[in-house]
């Protein structure tokens, strides 16, 4: 009974797992186009609009590397985070008042600083190779 769960249910967690992987993806896509849509429908290009763009971009690219590698590396929703968080300052600095502005920028940075000491252990202190990365 075991053997027969870990090889049918590794499996079908997998299958769902791809399937969750390719949904987000089309969401992501579609999402896309609407925000591509809606800038030639505006007839501008306003930086909230790119940053939203790159936002998007950014929830491509830790699909593709989730469904390559099956690891999410830590540091790229960090960099969404970092990304909305612009976004949010830029759309909203004028309705803001100087504490919400000063906290988003506190965040921005303690997010920033993360990704840094992030990059640092993986350089200095990286995992150790296992017989499977051989």
Known sequence: ????????GSKS????EHFVLFIIAIATIVAIG???FHIFKVG???LA???????YLEVLAMVANYAESGKLPV????YIAIVALARYLILDMKAMDDWRILAISIS???LASTVIVIRWGQLKLPYPKSE???
């Open 132 to 134: 499977e990365n051989l």
């Open 13 to 16: 967690i997998k299958t769902v």
């Open 34 to 36: 609407q925000e591509i």
């Open 1 to 8: 009974m075991g053997k027969r769960y870990i090889q049918y």
């Open 108 to 110: 921005t940075l303690i």
């Open 44 to 46: 501008k290009v306003a």
């Open 49 to 55: 609009d790119l940053l939203l763009l790159f936002i």
């Open 75 to 78: 540091r790229m929703p960090l």
